[in-house]
């Protein structure tokens, strides 16, 4: 469950917040990190179980904000979506000890259909999320969880699970289906 | 793959997820980045994959990220000023200590240190006062330069040979408004509008490209200042995209990805 810290402005808008972190004010980013901080740092942690570098990834990513937020596009797309699938990616490199690219806020945006930016709308995405992802198959949660968390291929989904190609496309499928009905 | 064959929509929920294989996630990336239709539902497809993270057991950070986050923000801040306003510190004169000598001397000394402590503040007053001067002007540089940005992308729409003009007509939600636009699809997009409605709080309008296939693509928004007379807005689209229609609706400030407040002005090309 995520609780609001003492003197979190909700009721201002990404966007405004961001306007204002373009505009150097550091009451604004750190509005923004208290909104957003415990998603992304419980994804990293995910990703790596590991504490120290799921922070700094946390950190870099929020210190990326503040230098470049002139760049972020409302038109395309959401803010919190951006931070996570950012967030998910400088993981699964680290993981993979690969040297990924470090994305840019005016690269691909990322569209929610659901509005995250109080705690109240996050924690009830967190409920109906777990719901699903508790209901789904063992083998379609799986395989996402395989995918999203662990950044593996759908042929090393297939080669880890000795199951064909075609079986993991069709769960991975199956299960964002699912999924897509929360959203919905 | 050309913009004609766009990509299935299970192939980019596989990219959103990083389940496709590096040489077909590559393929994808190349025809996303001149595709609006496919990017527009990339977007969709990563927020969806995204809000897997929202199923994993929510924990805090320790507090003392945040405190080395504004700490490294402020260092990042100063070091940009020094370096965009490098200038002398000011000298502080340092006061020799007294030796033991006769009261007069001690008195003198005092005097001596006050005078200097007050030249001192005063260089600093004045240090302070011609840094902020810097500033300012810095902002207005920073001004004059994006004004000239756009004004540049302004001149390349409208001098461009082959740009089209689209004639806007205000719908019912704005019977008086009118606009004009001015389209090309190498340089960009100029809308001109005038008699737009007054803007409820919290809105902005937002310009939309409709393409001759698939869904509206933002051009970008018109500000959020109620703007009730002419005015001349430069929009950002898709590089060769071919546009059905152009429009312009009533989007809450930010934007959205696809329109969803009334539409205000709206023409085929």
């Known amino acids: 469950m995520l609780t609001p810290l003492p003197g979190t402005e909700e009721t201002t808008s990404d966007w405004s917040l961001l306007a204002r972190i373009g505009q150097k004010d550091e009451e604004a980013l750190s509005a923004l990190y208290d909104r957003y901080s415990g998603l992304v740092f419980s994804e990293a942690r995910r990703i790596l179980r590991d504490t120290g570098a799921a922070e700094e990834i946390l950190q870099d990513l929020f210190f990326q904000v503040w230098r470049t937020a002139e760049r972020f596009d409302p038109a395309r797309g959401s803010l919190a979506g951006w931070l996570l699938v950012a967030a998910r990616n400088r993981a699964i490199s680290k993981l993979r000890k690969k040297s990924g690219q470090t994305e840019e806020l005016d690269e691909n945006g990322v569209s929610f259909s659901v509005n995250v930016e109080s705690h109240a709308a996050q924690n009830l995405l967190l409920d109906k999320v777990r719901a699903v992802m508790g209901s789904l198959p063992e083998n379609q949660r799986e395989a996402l969880e395989c995918a999203y968390f662990e950044g593996m291929s759908h042929s090393e989904i297939a080669e880890k699970t000795g199951q064909p190609l075609g079986t993991i496309k069709t769960r991975i499928r199956s299960a964002m289906e699912s999924l897509k009905k929360v959203l919905s | ?269």
């Open chain 2, 1 to 269: 793959m050309s913009n004609a064959e766009h990509i299935r929509l299970e192939e980019l929920e596989l990219f959103a997820l990083g389940a496709l294989p590096a040489e077909e996630a590559a393929a994808i990336e190349a025809h996303v980045s001149g595709c609006g239709e496919c990017a527009l539902k990339l977007a969709q497809a990563g927020g969806n994959a995204a809000v897997l993270s929202f199923g994993v057991k929510q924990e805090r950070p320790a507090g003392t990220v945040k405190a080395e986050l504004m700490a490294r923000i402020r260092a990042n801040r100063e070091a940009q000023q020094r370096n965009a306003w490098p200038q002398k510190a000011p000298v502080t004169p340092s006061i020799p200590k007294p030796k033991a000598r006769g009261s007069w001397w001690n008195w003198a000394l005092a005097t001596a240190a006050v005078v200097l402590a007050l030249v001192s503040f005063g260089l600093s007053w004045q240090n302070r006062r011609i840094a902020t001067e810097l500033q300012k002007e810095h902002q207005e540089a920073e001004t004059l330069i994006h004004d000239r940005e756009r004004i540049e992308k302004l001149v390349g729409v409208l001098a461009a040979p082959d740009t089209v003009t689209v004639k806007l007509a205000g719908t019912s939600d704005a019977a008086n408004a009118s606009g004009l636009v001015k389209f090309n699809a190498k340089t960009g997009v100029v809308l001109y509008a005038a008699d737009l409605p007054e803007l409820p709080a919290g809105k902005s309008y937002q310009m939309w490209l409709v393409p001759a296939n698939g869904t509206p693509i933002s051009a970008g928004l018109l500000g959020p200042g109620g703007h009730a007379w002419g005015s001349m807005w430069t929009g950002e689209v898709p590089l060769n995209t071919q546009p059905k229609a152009f429009a312009v609706t009533i989007e809450p400030v930010g934007g959205m990805p696809q329109p969803t407040g009334p539409k205000v002005l709206l023409g085929a090309a």
